[in-house]
């Protein structure tokens, strides 16, 4: 194999390609509070402030896409099907972000992630029947209690090269970006205690450790995401949440109002799909999920945006059906579960085995 030429290019795409950053809008924060203000006065009418994204250079990761294919030829035909699909998805999504085309966006969306199944939205829904409690839990623990917590965590499993950050424009609490070997808080959440240990289960536990045992495989190829992944990275680390008694009744409603939201946002544009949240949201946690959900979608009056949402629950019912040994080679490779029967032939031929690794 020409893994002399292809690992150092792969190795430079993931460091590089951040199409979350880059779909996220420059201005999130005050855009949320805007549209939560309009959700609270109950006006409805349409959306008329720009929605701007951040400007990137797609050309070092074109560059890095074509190297990789050029280095590809020698690969099994197996992994080199699975690494020239992810490649042309790549291609596709960097074309429709840096050109603005919602349309496109929505259109790879739909094609990588796919909408939730029938089996899913009824299982949201069903949910969605069992009220929250009434009952205020306190929220106490913020960016620092959490970083603290996640650090501690790091050092335990001996990650030194792993570093944590905060950030302000982010549509999420927490990021993994395991080509950086960089994990980012957003700088103003505010989490109770189990959500804290929950939010360090899932990313640490969830995230940060499948790249490292990825990293760790005989077979080089294992620590990169090829195919669409979204669903079982989300599903593994939600699975984790269970397992050590992190998940409870609030956490399982927010994965089943995403479920929902995604197929709205295919219906509706920004300021409907708030409103549809609010009836099971606050104003606030509707505005920061509607935003969300409509990754890259410029023209706030039209339905689209990305659909990988799901897939916090859609992996969750999926993997529950799976063995043991099943979920154990998928926590050891960065690929989705759809790659399982290449996974056991590869296990068989000692090119893959089971992580090293194991959250405690």
Aim: hydrophobic share 40%; proline share 5%; with cysteine.
């Amino acid at each position: 194999m020409r893994h002399q030429e292809l690992l150092p290019a792969l190795r430079q795409l993931y460091r590089e390609y951040e199409p979350a950053r880059w779909s996220t809008p420059s201005d999130l924060p005050r855009l949320c509070g805007i549209l939560a203000e309009k959700l609270r006065r109950e006006d409805a009418s349409a959306w008329t402030i720009p929605i701007v994204f951040p400007e990137f250079d797609s050309a070092p990761i074109l560059q890095s896409i074509e190297k990789i294919l050029a280095a590809s030829n020698s690969l099994d035909s197996d992994l080199q099907q699975l690494l020239c699909t992810e490649m042309e998805s790549i291609r596709n999504q960097l074309f429709a972000i840096e050109n603005q085309d919602d349309d496109a966006i929505s259109a790879w969306s739909r094609c990588e992630y796919g909408l939730p199944k029938k089996e899913t939205v009824e299982t949201a829904y069903s949910i969605l029947k069992h009220p929250l409690s009434s009952y205020t839990v306190k929220k106490t623990e913020n960016a620092t209690a959490v970083i603290l917590a996640m650090q501690s965590m790091l050092d335990f499993f001996g990650l030194s090269d792993w570093s944590i950050k905060q950030v302000s424009n982010s549509s999420a609490k927490a990021s993994v970006l395991g080509g950086k070997n960089l994990i980012t808080v957003r700088e103003d959440i505010l989490l109770s205690p189990r959500d804290k240990e929950r939010l360090v289960v899932h990313e640490i536990g969830g995230h940060v450790l499948r790249w490292v045992n990825s990293r760790r495989q005989p077979e080089p190829l294992a620590a990169f995401p090829l195919g669409a992944a979204v669903a079982t990275e989300e599903g593994l680390a939600v699975i984790l949440e269970e397992q050590y008694g992190h998940q409870d009744l609030a956490t399982i409603h927010t994965y089943a109002i995403r479920v929902l939201g995604v197929n709205a946002a295919q219906r509706m544009g920004l300021v409907d799909l708030a409103f549809f949240l609010l009836r099971w949201l606050n104003a606030e946690e509707a505005a920061e999920l509607a935003f969300r959900l409509r990754r890259g979608i410029s023209d706030p009056n039209v339905p689209g945006g990305w659909t990988k949402d799901h897939g916090y629950l859609s992996g969750l019912l999926r993997l529950r059906k799976l063995s043991p040994d099943d979920i154990s080679l998928l926590r050891g490779v960065k690929w989705p579960v759809e790659t399982l029967s290449l996974l056991h032939r590869l296990n068989n031929e000692g090119r893959i085995h089971h992580p090293e690794l194991q959250f405690k």
